[in-house]
């Protein structure tokens, strides 16, 4: 008999296969076509301090093997969110766990998202977003790392609820941005978000996304998802969720046994609503076949040849 | 509003309606049960492979028959929908709908259709409900040129109704837009799918007699169900609205 849960962030999770921030919205828009409360959780869309109108269109273009995206972080605000979508996820998800993405400008923004939710019912702890490619200053916590530091030290200080931080692949050494989050007291990290990206309309000679430039996921990056979680994983001794282009049980045991302790799944719903539900099986179905009894066995299970 | 379900649907028939557009039925009687003229579904090929499409694509529903088939109007764009184009009886598509808000039709108002190129899927099927309701419905449906005209004879036999044609070049129909020279003496209510500008020509159009006006719109689409924001349109409040659950059918003056 296979246990696909694991216990993190002091919880227990059903299944290592979450739903990745600004894929499945606030969990609402998808609970007609996903079994929800039978995966490991969902992370919700990014909440601001205010409401963002977000980018002009188009927003999505298919790229090979993936897609790009410019949204630019449309979301209806702490207020609404609380009124609006936080009560839906608090009634319905009794064993998915949530976290909430939180996002914003300043370092007082992302405090007083944090500060705002903090004594609500309804999810488990909070994903901060320093990593969105798609707004003027959205990696700006992601790539300093002094502004790194203080920021998660200051949300530290806010909360006692998990705080897993988003990190960008755009950087050099994303292990030393990982220890820094870790340091100031980060209770575990997401990799990664989307790389930052382009896309021309050579007929029109005009840039495809109405915000120029964008980010892209999708299969075309997960080797380096794996790879960056692999980074990542070997740097700190908190967990780490892999994300990047999973879309079969396969993908997503190879960012497990390059040391994911959970994984989320994000362009894949677009493609297929089942994918999560997919994942979680083929994930099953692979320690079945090993004689795998728990998926803890498999973090960081990677083998690595000698070299001659 | 209905609920959308994900399927898997069998190719049934495919014909060749223009060079590059061409009218394919599938077999889906779940979301053929629930589709209303003017919804969408995602027509995507599923994850097993990355070849294009990728991502699923948007499509208005362009016929609903009785045993379950859907048909769409597929015209070649580009790489994605070059493959959908190219399906054979047999083959499975994965489909996600019906999605997004239907024409909403008066009973007291014959009703006028008009098609801009692909822009004519939504009325195939607002057609054939029309006549069996037996109401008063007319498309005007027009293109650039001659060649990319949809067969007029399936046009026919989807709705039963004669379309008055217009083309660009004047190679088949009346030569002009849909715009020209409409009889609207009846004050019927108009629906309109199109490329922008002729959307914008029929908003025109419309305020001048007096009209009310729905419009479909288009726009690129990652979810189809709204959670990934991508399909947003501007509203007359100066707002990004989402074309998938907001719309894809609007009244014209929710639309900036």
Same mark, same amino acid.
């Given at each position: 008999?296979? +246990?696909?849960?694991?216990?993190?962030?002091?919880?227990?999770?059903?299944?290592?296969?979450?739903?990745?921030?600004?894929?499945?919205?606030?969990?609402?828009?998808?609970?007609?076509?996903?079994?929800? +409360?039978?995966?490991?959780?969902?992370?919700?869309?990014?909440?601001?301090?205010?409401?963002?109108?977000?980018?002009?269109?188009?927003?999505?273009? /298919?790229?090979?093997?993936?897609?790009?995206?410019?949204?630019?972080?449309?979301?209806?605000?702490?207020?609404?969110?609380?009124?609006?979508?936080?009560?839906?996820?608090?009634?319905?998800?009794?064993?998915?766990?949530?976290?909430?993405?939180?996002?914003?400008?300043?370092? /007082?923004?992302?405090?007083?998202?944090?500060?705002?939710?903090?004594?609500?019912?309804?999810? &488990?702890?909070?994903?901060?977003?320093?990593?969105?490619?798609?707004?003027?200053?959205?990696?700006?916590?992601?790539?300093?790392?002094?502004?790194?530091?203080?920021?998660?030290?200051?949300?530290?200080?806010?909360?006692?609820?998990?705080?897993?931080?988003?990190?960008?692949?755009?950087?050099? +050494?994303?292990?030393?941005?990982?220890?820094?989050?870790? /340091?100031?007291?980060?209770?575990?990290?997401?990799?990664?978000?989307?790389?930052?990206?382009? &896309?021309?309309?050579?007929?029109?000679?005009?840039?495809?996304?109405?915000?120029?430039?964008?980010?892209?996921?999708?299969?075309?990056?997960?080797?380096?998802?794996?790879?960056?979680?692999?980074?990542?994983?070997?740097?700190?001794?908190?967990?780490?969720?892999?994300?990047?282009?999973?879309?079969?049980?396969?993908?997503?045991?190879?960012?497990?046994?390059?040391?994911?302790?959970?994984?989320?799944?994000?362009?894949?719903?677009?493609?297929?609503?089942?994918?999560?539900?997919?994942?979680?099986?083929?994930?099953?179905?692979?320690?079945?076949?090993?004689?795998?009894?728990?998926?803890?066995?498999?973090?960081?299970?990677?083998?690595?040849?000698?070299?001659? | 509003?209905?609920?959308?379900?994900?399927?898997?649907?069998?190719?049934?028939?495919?014909?060749?309606?223009?060079?590059?557009?061409?009218?394919?039925? *599938?077999? #889906?009687?779940?979301?053929?049960?629930?589709?209303?003229?003017?919804?969408?579904?995602?027509?995507?090929?599923?994850?097993?492979?990355?070849?294009?499409?990728?991502?699923?694509?948007?499509?208005?529903?362009?016929?609903?028959?009785?045993?379950?088939?859907?048909?769409?109007?597929?015209?070649?764009?580009?790489?994605?929908?070059?493959?959908?184009?190219?399906?054979?009886?047999?083959?499975?598509?994965?489909?996600?709908?019906?999605?997004?808000?239907?024409?909403?039709?008066?009973?007291?108002?014959?009703?006028?259709?008009?098609?801009?190129?692909?822009?004519?899927?939504? =009325?195939? =099927?607002?057609?054939?409900?029309?006549?069996?309701?037996?109401?008063?419905?007319?498309?005007?449906?027009?293109?650039?040129?001659?060649?990319?005209? =949809?067969?007029?004879?399936?046009?026919?036999?989807?709705?039963?109704?004669?379309?008055?044609?217009?083309?660009?070049?004047?190679?088949?129909?009346?030569?002009?837009?849909?715009?020209?020279?409409?009889?609207?003496?009846?004050?019927?209510?108009?629906?309109? #799918?199109?490329?922008?500008?002729?959307?914008?020509?029929?908003?025109?159009?419309?305020?001048?007699?007096?009209?009310?006006?729905?419009?479909?719109?288009?726009?690129?689409?990652?979810?189809?169900?709204?959670?990934?924001?991508?399909?947003? *349109?501007?509203?007359?409040?100066?707002?990004?609205?989402?074309? #998938?659950?907001?719309?894809?059918?609007?009244?014209?003056?929710?639309?900036?």
């Amino acid at each position: 008999m296979t +246990d696909l849960s694991q216990h993190l962030l002091g919880a227990s999770f059903q299944s290592p296969v979450l739903l990745a921030s600004g894929t499945c919205g606030y969990g609402e828009e998808y609970a007609n076509l996903i079994p929800l +409360d039978e995966i490991g959780g969902l992370v919700t869309k990014a909440v601001s301090l205010e409401p963002r109108p977000g980018n002009p269109p188009h927003r999505v273009a /298919e790229t090979p093997g993936g897609m790009i995206n410019a949204i630019g972080l449309q979301n209806v605000g702490l207020d609404r969110f609380r009124s609006e979508k936080l009560p839906w996820l608090r009634n319905n998800l009794r064993a998915a766990r949530v976290l909430i993405n939180v996002v914003g400008h300043s370092a /007082e923004d992302y405090g007083a998202v944090v500060s705002g939710l903090d004594s609500d019912d309804g999810f &488990l702890g909070y994903e901060i977003n320093v990593s969105c490619p798609n707004v003027k200053d959205g990696t700006l916590f992601g790539v300093d790392q002094q502004a790194l530091s203080a920021l998660v030290a200051g949300l530290r200080a806010l909360t006692e609820r998990p705080l897993v931080v988003k990190l960008t692949p755009n950087v050099p +050494d994303i292990g030393v941005y990982a220890r820094i989050c870790e /340091e100031a007291g980060a209770d575990g990290l997401s990799t990664i978000n989307t790389f930052p990206g382009m &896309l021309i309309d050579v007929e029109g000679r005009r840039p495809v996304l109405g915000n120029v430039s964008g980010g892209v996921s999708g299969p075309a990056i997960l080797p380096m998802g794996v790879y960056l979680t692999w980074r990542a994983a070997a740097a700190v001794s908190i967990p780490v969720m892999g994300i990047g282009g999973i879309r079969s049980g396969s993908d997503a045991l190879q960012y497990i046994l390059a040391g994911a302790s959970l994984v989320q799944v994000g362009t894949a719903l677009f493609v297929d609503p089942s994918a999560p539900v997919q994942v979680q099986a083929g994930i099953a179905e692979y320690m079945e076949r090993h004689g795998i009894a728990r998926v803890a066995d498999l973090v960081g299970a990677l083998t690595i040849p000698e070299r001659e | 509003m209905s609920a959308p379900v994900r399927s898997w649907g069998r190719v049934l028939e495919t014909r060749q309606a223009a060079g590059d557009t061409f009218w394919i039925e *599938v077999d #889906c009687p779940r979301i053929a049960a629930q589709a209303r003229p003017g919804q969408f579904v995602m027509l995507g090929t599923g994850l097993g492979d990355v070849a294009a499409p990728f991502l699923p694509r948007p499509f208005s529903i362009g016929a609903r028959e009785a045993d379950g088939r859907l048909g769409f109007l597929v015209r070649v764009f580009g790489a994605g929908t070059r493959r959908l184009s190219a399906v054979n009886p047999g083959d499975e598509l994965l489909i996600l709908g019906p999605l997004g808000r239907s024409f909403s039709l008066p009973a007291d108002r014959p009703i006028v259709c008009l098609a801009g190129g692909v822009g004519l899927a939504p =009325f195939l =099927f607002v057609g054939a409900d029309a006549r069996l309701e037996k109401r008063d419905v007319r498309i005007v449906y027009g293109e650039r040129t001659g060649d990319r005209v =949809f067969d007029p004879e399936l046009i026919r036999r989807i709705t039963g109704v004669e379309p008055d044609l217009r083309t660009e070049d004047g190679s088949l129909g009346r030569r002009g837009l849909v715009i020209d020279d409409l009889d609207l003496d009846d004050q019927p209510q108009l629906l309109a #799918c199109g490329p922008d500008p002729m959307l914008r020509a029929c908003a025109d159009l419309a305020l001048r007699h007096g009209l009310p006006l729905q419009v479909s719109v288009e726009e690129h689409m990652g979810c189809g169900v709204g959670t990934c924001q991508g399909c947003v *349109v501007l509203s007359a409040a100066g707002e990004w609205i989402k074309s #998938c659950t907001e719309g894809p059918v609007f009244d014209a003056r929710e639309l900036a």
